[in-house]
């Protein structure tokens, strides 16, 4: 077996994607958000081992929820200041993820949990699967939900999709430059700290090993 020496997949790269909210309404559900963020209620609509794409290695959902947790506490600590402030307890809204490059697509049950860590009333609609390819103005995920829980989780969600897909993007790229070798491109452990089990998900998403 060989490895590819040029770069680790790993390293810094990411793709762009942005959050666009399209519509706001009072909300009515009823639905309370978690401020205190302890305890950390996690949604049961956490993809299943069906939705992963076949041969991408599955990160286990207690290891996923504690990377999650330690980037929300990193990057609200126990709350989101701006957003209690400035947003009507009551407003919801729907927004969505659209990709502003072209890559392959990584991330997505580490940016739902996200939004479910933070509230478990917010709904989560995938568009796209982890592995596949994506086109700047694609629709990635459509978020809705309370206004103040969307917004304090959008930030850790998309740096989630945006470094993970960054990661399978580059994978990819290396795996077709050596497709007419015996050449294999595998991870190593050059991995953010903190980060290892998602980031090896992610060379595995772009055809890695």
Do not use: W
């Not at 009507?88 to 949990?113: N, Q």
């Not at 709904?123 to 596949?132: S, V």
């Amino acid at each position: 077996m060989m490895k590819s020496m040029a770069s680790s997949p790993t390293s810094c790269h990411t793709i762009l994607l942005s959050i666009f909210s399209y519509l706001s309404t009072p909300a009515g559900s009823g639905v309370k958000s978690n401020p205190s963020f302890l305890p950390y209620p996690v949604s049961s609509r956490i993809a299943s081992e069906n939705d992963y794409r076949k041969g991408a290695m599955q990160i286990d959902r207690v290891t996923l929820k504690r990377i999650v947790e330690a980037a929300l506490l990193e990057d609200i600590g126990h709350g989101d200041i701006t957003a209690m402030l400035t947003v009507p307890d009551d407003r919801r809204s729907t927004a969505v993820i659209i990709a502003k490059e072209a890559g392959v697509l990584a991330g997505m049950d580490a940016a739902e949990m996200a939004f479910a860590v933070v509230d478990d009333g917010v709904r989560f609609e995938r568009c796209m699967n982890d592995g596949d390819r994506v086109s700047p103005g694609d629709r990635i995920a459509r978020v809705e939900g309370r206004s103040r829980s969307r917004l304090t989780g959008e930030r850790v969600a998309l740096n989630f999709l945006q470094r993970l897909s960054g990661i399978a993007t580059k994978t990819a790229r290396f795996v077709e430059l050596v497709s007419e070798t015996r050449a294999r491109i595998v991870d190593t452990r050059k991995t953010t700290p903190g980060l290892r089990a998602l980031e090896k998900y992610a060379v595995r998403v772009g055809g890695g090993s």
